[in-house]
């Protein structure tokens, strides 16, 4: 009966000692699970900052496009408004883009600055 007992301590010993591993690593898990659950909650907070910038620069992104759409359509405008390129056999006067006095003006200057040159040879 005494050796009975013994084997009984034994036994209890060896149920405490697997009950204390069991207890440190149950602890030891829970720790790993809290840290787990903070680092999937920053990572969730940093994931949503970084939307809430994404679609900053997706807004800013659209604007730029508008303002460019809207700077084509008047660069064009402008353009169109512009005299038409000359072809190889057409002279290349300047002053077709000045208004009909203005080119009168600017012709009567030249000749008379022509003049004066041959005065002056």
């Not at 009975?4 to 204390?20: K, P, V, W």
């Not at 800013?60 to 303002?67: M, T």
């Not at 208004?99 to 005065?119: I, K």
Request: with cysteine.
């Amino acid at each position: 009966m005494l050796t009975e007992l013994e084997t009984l301590s034994q036994n209890i010993g060896r149920l405490i000692e697997i009950s204390q591993r069991y207890n440190e690593a149950r602890i030891a898990l829970e720790e790993q699970l809290a840290q787990a659950h903070a680092e999937c909650e920053s990572t969730r907070a940093e994931l949503e900052q970084i939307r809430e910038e994404r679609n900053a620069l997706q807004a800013e992104r659209d604007a730029l496009s508008a303002k460019i759409d809207d700077a084509q359509v008047r660069l064009n405008a402008i353009l169109e408004k512009l005299p038409r390129a000359r072809g190889h056999n057409e002279p290349d006067n300047q002053l077709d883009l000045l208004a009909p006095e203005q080119q009168a003006q600017a012709t009567h200057d030249a000749n008379n600055d022509a003049t004066r040159h041959g005065e002056n040879a």
